[in-house]
């Protein structure tokens, strides 16, 4: 298969989805695996596969944008897949988690994507302690101990809840922000998609050419043509 034809059928699996469950579309469509298969995989895990996805359609590097909360400029800097690969497949932590109730340590899983979604329809500020709820399987006896769970699961998955320290180049304040792998990995897809269609569209109406001829010409020749047609 063509490059643009893994991009459009990547993002036809992604259109028309709830975002929660599109990592698990395109990762189906790639790895022919049964989305309810992937839905189990630790987020961590699911992440580490989307970088790769990601870095074998784009390359290593990834460019990335973030607004700076003081002063609004957008700062724009590049992370390198492959470091972030190496931060490691977490399909089990380290150690037993436990985190500590009043009664005692409870046991805590990593979560995944399945208890994203079976959270999703929660009001937003019940929604941690559902997924920690579902991580030891218990209702959480208290707020200490959904708090101490929660940064427990974050810590033991790093790639799950990854954040980057930046200085903003327009106005010198430090801030963080979040990286979440799907969203970056859809963004860039959708954009890569627009262009083909828009390449598609320009030169059919120029030519009369079916989309599938438009398709099988070499990225070259594409080029060629548009250029010919002054797009
Ligand atoms: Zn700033």
Do not use: K
């Not at 989805?17 to 699911?46: I, K």
Request: glycine letters at 8%.
């Amino acid at each position: 298969m063509s490059r643009a034809e893994t991009l459009l059928r990547l993002w036809e699996a992604g259109c028309g989805c709830a975002p929660v469950e599109r990592p698990l579309r395109l990762l189906a469509q790639t790895h022919g695996e049964e989305p309810a298969d992937l839905a189990g995989l630790s987020l961590g895990a699911r992440d580490r596969r989307l970088i790769g996805l990601r870095e074998t359609l784009f390359g290593r590097e990834m460019a990335c944008v973030a607004p700076c909360p003081a002063c609004g400029s957008v700062n724009e800097f590049a992370l390198d897949a492959r470091a972030l690969d190496a931060m490691g497949d977490r399909d089990q932590p380290d150690a037993p988690l436990a985190a500590p109730g009043p009664d005692g340590p409870v046991p805590l899983r990593l979560l995944t994507t399945a208890d994203l979604i079976a959270v999703a329809g929660l009001p937003p500020d019940q929604m941690r302690a559902g997924l920690v709820a579902r991580a030891m399987d218990a209702e959480p006896a208290d707020e200490a101990t959904i708090e101490a769970a929660a940064r427990l699961l974050e810590a033991a998955d790093p790639l799950a809840a990854l954040s980057l320290d930046l200085a903003c180049a327009g106005c010198g304040q430090d801030f963080e922000v979040g990286l979440d792998p799907a969203e970056h990995l859809w963004t860039e897809l959708v954009a890569a998609v627009r262009r083909l269609l828009a390449e598609v569209h320009r030169l059919a109406a120029a030519y009369g050419w079916s989309e599938t001829a438009i398709l099988a010409l070499s990225p070259a020749r594409r080029a060629a043509y548009l250029d010919m047609v002054g797009a």
